[in-house]
């Protein structure tokens, strides 16, 4: 699949996946030569001005990304181009990246990021049929919690964890950079007490 849509209502954990899924795709590619990286800005599509024309997918930033999506990998097995914040594209803007993923080029890899608002329905509709939906594999805070623990070989003890859950509340995003701290204080197999986790 060379279309993969990255959602998620929790930006830490969305950008995540996309960096997760990033160097899935570069496989050690350089990134210099095989990464482009876009971000569409609110407003009308990208930073467009009076004078796009009536057609309106050639903006400036929208137009670098048509460019990248339509042009070979040059030095380099792929090319992956990532567009953030998809929810500020225009209409017509979607409906041409909806096309590119029923028929994408080769060795092009295009990792569309939620933001900006709604997810266009067009880009949705041809992820489904073409390419893939990638989301954080849970975004409640103690789901988060016990997922990223269980990736570095961590444990709570029981308070520890209730104390935890409690004061994070719904700010999951800020859970994989904590559990990245005990690990490295830590290390691998710890069981963690409240003591050791409360400061």
């Not at 992956?80 to 803007?93: E, F, M, T, W």
């Not at 935890?164 to 710890?190: K, T």
């Given at each position: 699949?060379?279309?993969?849509?990255?959602?998620?209502?929790?930006?830490?954990?969305?950008?995540?996946?996309?960096?997760?899924?990033?160097?899935?795709?570069?496989?050690?590619?350089?990134?210099?030569?095989?990464?482009?990286?876009?971000?569409?800005t609110?407003?009308?599509?990208?930073?467009?001005?009076?004078?796009?024309?009536?057609?309106?997918?050639?903006t400036?930033?929208?137009?670098?990304?048509?460019?990248?999506?339509?042009?070979?990998?040059?030095?380099?097995?792929?090319r992956?181009?990532?567009?953030?914040?998809?929810?500020?594209?225009?209409?017509?803007?979607?409906?041409?990246?909806?096309?590119?993923?029923?028929?994408?080029?080769?060795?092009?890899?295009?990792?569309?990021?939620?933001?900006?608002?709604?997810?266009?329905?067009?880009?949705?509709?041809?992820?489904?049929?073409?390419?893939?939906?990638?989301?954080?594999?849970?975004?409640?805070?103690?789901?988060?919690?016990?997922?990223e623990?269980?990736?570095?070989?961590?444990?709570?003890?029981?308070?520890?964890?209730?104390?935890?859950?409690?004061?994070?509340?719904?700010?999951?995003?800020?859970?994989?950079e904590l559990?990245e701290?005990?690990?490295?204080?830590?290390?691998?197999?710890?069981?963690?007490?409240?003591?050791?986790?409360?400061?």
């Amino acid at each position: 699949m060379n279309a993969h849509l990255v959602q998620g209502a929790e930006p830490t954990l969305r950008d995540r996946e996309v960096h997760r899924l990033v160097e899935t795709l570069l496989d050690g590619a350089d990134r210099a030569f095989a990464l482009e990286d876009h971000v569409v800005t609110a407003g009308r599509g990208g930073g467009d001005t009076d004078d796009a024309g009536e057609g309106g997918v050639d903006t400036p930033v929208f137009a670098a990304i048509a460019n990248a999506l339509a042009s070979p990998p040059f030095m380099t097995p792929v090319r992956v181009v990532v567009v953030h914040d998809v929810g500020n594209l225009r209409a017509d803007q979607a409906q041409w990246l909806a096309a590119w993923i029923a028929e994408p080029l080769e060795g092009v890899h295009l990792v569309l990021v939620a933001g900006g608002g709604r997810t266009p329905a067009a880009i949705e509709k041809a992820c489904g049929a073409h390419g893939d939906v990638v989301k954080p594999a849970a975004e409640d805070t103690g789901a988060v919690l016990d997922a990223e623990l269980r990736l570095v070989h961590l444990r709570l003890a029981r308070d520890a964890r209730d104390r935890v859950i409690a004061h994070l509340g719904e700010d999951a995003g800020r859970v994989p950079e904590l559990v990245e701290l005990w690990h490295s204080a830590f290390g691998d197999g710890a069981e963690l007490s409240l003591a050791e986790v409360a400061p």
